[in-house]
């Protein structure tokens, strides 16, 4: 049986059903796996196994208290006719690199992969718990997370979902996904402040221990949608186990062969997935870790110090366009050898200071990790000369990963086959997607972005796309970041 203990201090551990209801844990630290569980199939075996098969594989070995047949449940209402190709997270070979696309899901972002099936786990757990309250999901995006989890949780029996984004912090395509979602039980709100503001927002939500009494008075409880939660994670390290097996199926990579993964970095949720999957097994040679200008993460592993006190910048990749990554604090907590008191000190540091600093110590434990940005310019180049070359429209979060990788060859001659996580579809980011192309395309409207990005990639436009295109706006909801909980408790009526 695996237990979930606190990044932050040595409460009791808890079962994964429960680490997944609750999202954070008591003393707002993360929850983190006693051990992290081998794959108990070899790569070959594996790659005989589709993705649902290769994710029951993964994830029994994290969710040990759910019952096979829960999570086989889970698993199937997760990843099925919602993605748009059988295999759910293909992989594409463009200019000596494998781009791993994982945007074949409902909302056409990365999200879609734990997305999709977080709300089974959720519910699920509930039942197993006898938990009779309904789940209100909180949740802070910087684009892509939000309408994920909407989408998955939309018409969810027992769940509400509270979405906040940053009102002029995501892609115009990114905000009509939001504000035209359906479902009683859906409420989007923008905020007059960055994505760090709506995050830190939710979680001093997620701290109040009177806020949290009255919604038990009223029969909800509050649950996390946000990466942090250990739900999220655990799908995430699917995909790093089945391209693996992939390659190898493909004949592209030898057993036992080692990779590099290309991660482009927000919150440090999908990277630490990869981490988790190279202990698990996954031959990893270099997890090389992507920023764009908000740069924290490339100074901080060339430094051992992470400062967030920086001005933070709107970028054309704005799912990274994060200066807090929560997702980094389970990486300190481990690499501090499971020492709470280390991290929990960290963490004090940077709410107080916005700082903190690591030992050399710990700072060792970092060698394989890779650091990189890429600028704006950079970004667009990069999108513009792989088209030209090879006719492959990347989106700028992709762009982002794929200049860091070049970057990172041309500094280290490395020659390890290299998977890019591509994160989002380019049609999610059609204006800067074109704008890098050619300037010509200043003058056209979204839509018509669209079906000419659609006829130059020769790729049909997703369906994700068609539905916005004349859906109504449901939500025209504004607020300032101090007002967030009062807007909580005027859409629950308490
Ligand atoms: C969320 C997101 C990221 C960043 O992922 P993290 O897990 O937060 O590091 C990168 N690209 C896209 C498109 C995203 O939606």
Excluded at 211 to 238: C, H, T, W
């Amino acid at each position: 049986m695996v237990k979930y203990y606190s990044t932050r201090s040595d409460i009791e551990p808890v079962q994964a059903s429960e680490a997944v209801l609750k999202g954070l844990t008591s003393d707002g630290g993360l929850f983190v796996p006693d051990h992290i569980p081998a794959l108990e199939m070899t790569m070959k075996e594996l790659s005989e196994l589709s993705y649902q098969e290769v994710a029951y594989e993964v994830m029994k070995l994290y969710l040990s208290d759910y019952t096979e047949e829960e999570l086989k449940n889970c698993i199937n209402n997760a990843y099925d006719s919602k993605f748009d190709t059988e295999v759910i997270a293909p992989l594409t070979e463009a200019d000596g690199a494998f781009y791993l696309e994982l945007f074949h899901g409902s909302t056409i972002a990365f999200k879609d992969m734990a997305l999709s099936i977080l709300p089974y786990l959720m519910t699920t757990a509930a039942k197993k718990h006898n938990i009779k309250n309904d789940i209100v999901i909180l949740t802070a995006t910087s684009g892509d997370t939000g309408k994920a989890a909407l989408a998955g949780f939309a018409e969810v029996e027992g769940t509400k979902i509270i979405v906040f984004y940053p009102k002029n912090g995501v892609s115009p395509i990114q905000e009509k996904q939001m504000v035209t979602q359906k479902g009683d039980n859906t409420f989007v709100v923008g905020i007059h402040g960055n994505f760090d503001d709506a995050q830190t927002g939710v979680k001093k939500i997620f701290g109040d221990k009177e806020f949290a009494a009255l919604m038990d008075e009223k029969g909800y409880q509050f649950s996390s949608a946000n990466s942090i939660n250990i739900g999220r994670l655990v799908p995430q390290i699917v995909y790093y186990v089945y391209s693996y097996a992939q390659l190898l199926k493909e004949e592209k990579i030898t057993d036992g062969e080692k990779i590099n993964v290309v991660v482009p970095t927000g919150n440090f949720g999908n990277i630490l997935a990869a981490y988790f999957a190279k202990y698990m097994g996954v031959p990893i040679h270099n997890l090389i870790c992507a920023s764009n200008e908000n740069k924290v993460l490339y100074d901080f592993f060339k430094t051992g110090e992470y400062d967030r006190n920086r001005q933070f910048v709107l970028t054309s990749s704005p799912s990274m366009d994060i200066l807090i990554s929560s997702n980094l604090e389970r990486l300190i907590y481990l690499i501090a050898g499971r020492d709470a008191e280390t991290n929990a000190a960290c963490m004090a540091a940077l709410s107080k200071d916005g700082k903190y600093e690591i030992t050399a110590e710990m700072k060792e434990k970092l060698d394989e990790f890779y650091g990189g940005y890429a600028t704006e310019q950079e970004t667009a180049e990069k999108i513009k000369s792989l088209y030209e070359k090879c006719g492959y429209v990347i989106d700028t979060h992709t762009a982002v990963a794929a200049t860091v990788y070049d970057k990172y060859v041309a500094e280290t001659g490395d020659t390890h086959k290299t998977v890019i996580a591509s994160t989002a579809s380019p049609f999610k980011f059609t204006r800067s997607v074109m704008d890098a192309l050619d300037n010509k395309y200043s003058e056209m409207s979204d839509f018509e972005l669209v079906d000419e990005l659609s006829r130059i990639a020769n790729v049909t436009v997703p369906n994700a796309i068609e539905e916005i295109r004349t859906a109504e706006v449901l939500h025209n909801n504004i607020c300032d970041k101090e007002d967030m909980a009062n807007i909580v408790k005027q859409y629950l009526h308490i």
